[in-house]
C-alpha cells in the first residue's frame, strides 16, 4: 500500500513534468523562450496577491469537480457528465436566489446552495439508476445528459427567467458567497467563500470513504460488484448512491460559478462548462485523493490564471498557452502509460533485489 502511494505521486509528478517539457517544445518550434514563457505563467498564477487569489478562484469549483469524479470512479463508474451536473447546479442556485431577493441571506444562502446540490444529484441519479437496474453503459448516458443540461439550460435562461435574454439578471448580496475582507486581502480579487465549502468537503469525502461503512462499500462495489453482492451489499443501492454523491459534488461545483464567480448564468452557446471536464483531469492527476485533488486543482488554477498573463507578458499567443495547457491534460489523462514503466521499473529493483539476496 505504501509502495503504491509513492508509485502514485511519481506518476502524477512525471504527468505534470512531461506535460510541461512538451509545452516547451512546442514554444522553441514556434520561436518563443520556454524560459521567459514559464516565468510568465508563474508570475501570472502566484506572482502577486491578486493572482494567488485568481488561482484559488479558479481551483475552487474543481476541488468539487474533482471530488465529484473520484467518489463515481472509486465505485467503479466514469462519470463523464460533471459538466452537465455542474451547469444544472449552477442555474438552480442562481434561480433560487433570483426567487428571493429580500429574504434574509441566512436562510437564501443555503437554499440557494442545497438547491445547486440536490439540482446536480437528481441529474446523475438518472444514469446511475439506469445502470443499477439496466446494466447502461454510464458513459453513453452521462455524454448524452450533458446536451441535455445545455439545451435545458439555455431554454429556461431565455424562455423562463428571462425575456428572451442572454442571460439572468444578477444575484442580491443575500446569495452572495463573495466576502468583501477576503477580497480585499487579494487586491481585490474575485476569490469568493466558495474555497471554505470546498475545503470542508475534501475532509468530508476522505472521512466518508475512508472512515465509514458506506465508504468501504463503495470500494468493494468498484472492485467486484458481484463479490460485494455475495458478501450482503446491496450493489444497485451503492451505485445509485456513488452517482448522486458524485452529481451534488459537481453541481456544488456549479453553484461555485453561480454564487461566487460570476453571480448569475449566461447561454452556454451549446458549450458545457469547462469545471467538469477539469474536475476529470483533477481527480486522475490527484490520484483520486481528496487531498491531492486540493493540490492538483491549484495546479490547474494557476494554468489558467497564468496563462492569461503568459500571453500578455511573454508575448505567447494564446492558441500556444492553450497547446501547453492542453498538453499537461494529455499526459495527466495518459498517466496510465507512464505508470506502467514506473510500476515496470520498481518491478525489475524488487526482481534485483530478491537475487542479491
Known amino acids: 500500500m505504501y509502495q503504491n502511494k509513492w508509485s502514485g505521486m511519481l506518476v502524477s509528478i512525471l504527468s505534470v513534468v512531461i506535460g510541461l517539457i512538451f509545452g516547451a517544445i512546442v514554444m522553441i518550434c514556434f520561436n518563443y523562450d520556454p524560459i521567459v514563457g514559464y516565468k510568465a505563467l508563474w508570475e501570472g498564477a502566484v506572482g502577486n496577491p491578486f493572482n494567488i487569489g485568481q488561482t484559488i478562484r479558479a481551483a475552487t469549483p474543481l476541488i468539487l469537480t474533482g471530488l465529484g469524479f473520484s467518489i463515481a470512479y472509486t465505485a467503479g463508474f466514469f462519470n463523464i457528465g460533471l459538466s452537465g451536473q455542474a451547469l444544472f447546479g449552477w442555474l438552480v442556485s442562481v434561480w433560487v436566489a433570483l426567487l428571493m431577493p429580500e429574504q434574509s441571506k441566512w436562510l437564501v444562502l443555503p437554499m440557494a446552495i442545497i438547491?445547486?446540490?440536490?439540482?446536480?444529484?437528481?441529474?446523475?441519479?438518472?444514469?446511475?439508476?439506469l445502470k443499477a437496474f439496466f446494466n447502461t453503459s454510464e458513459v453513453i448516458v452521462t455524454i448524452m445528459l450533458n446536451y441535455v443540461s445545455v439545451y435545458v439550460t439555455d431554454f429556461i435562461i431565455r424562455n423562463v427567467i428571462t425575456d428572451q435574454a442572454d442571460a439572468t439578471p444578477m444575484?442580491?448580496?443575500?446569495?452572495?458567497?463573495?466576502?468583501p475582507k477576503l477580497?480585499?486581502?487579494?487586491?481585490?480579487?474575485?476569490?469568493?467563500?466558495?474555497i471554505f465549502i470546498a475545503l470542508i468537503m475534501v475532509v468530508i469525502v476522505y472521512v466518508f470513504i475512508q472512515r465509514t461503512s458506506l465508504g468501504f462499500e463503495l470500494k468493494a462495489v468498484g472492485l467486484n460488484k458481484h463479490g460485494a453482492n455475495y458478501a450482503g451489499m446491496?450493489?444497485?443501492?451503492?451505485?445509485?448512491?456513488?452517482?448522486?454523491?458524485?452529481?451534488?459534488?459537481?453541481?456544488?461545483?456549479?453553484?461555485?460559478n453561480g454564487l461566487g464567480e460570476f453571480r448569475n448564468i449566461f447561454l452556454t452557446n451549446g458549450v458545457a462548462p469547462a469545471i467538469g471536464f477539469d474536475g476529470m483531469a483533477v481527480a486522475l492527476l490527484g490520484a483520486l485523493n481528496p487531498f491531492g485533488i486540493i493540490l492538483a486543482s491549484l495546479l490547474f488554477g494557476g494554468l489558467q490564471t497564468g496563462a492569461t498573463f503568459m500571453s500578455f507578458s511573454a508575448k505567447v499567443?494564446?492558441?500556444?498557452?492553450?497547446?501547453?495547457?492542453?498538453?499537461i491534460i494529455f499526459f495527466v489523462g495518459a498517466n496510465y502509460v507512464i505508470r506502467y514503466f514506473v510500476e515496470r521499473h520498481q518491478s525489475k529493483k524488487a526482481k534485483q533485489g530478491g537475487k542479491t539476496e
Open 115 to 129: 438547491a445547486g446540490m440536490l439540482a446536480g444529484a437528481l441529474f446523475a441519479a438518472i444514469p446511475g439508476i
Open 171 to 179: 444575484i442580491g448580496d443575500n446569495a452572495s458567497l463573495v466576502i
Open 183 to 194: 477580497s480585499e486581502l487579494t487586491n481585490f480579487s474575485k476569490i469568493h467563500g466558495g
Open 234 to 256: 446491496n450493489a444497485k443501492k451503492n451505485i445509485i448512491l456513488a452517482m448522486v454523491l458524485s452529481g451534488a459534488l459537481a453541481g456544488l461545483g456549479g453553484v461555485m
Open 317 to 327: 499567443p494564446q492558441e500556444i498557452v492553450g497547446i501547453v495547457t492542453a498538453s
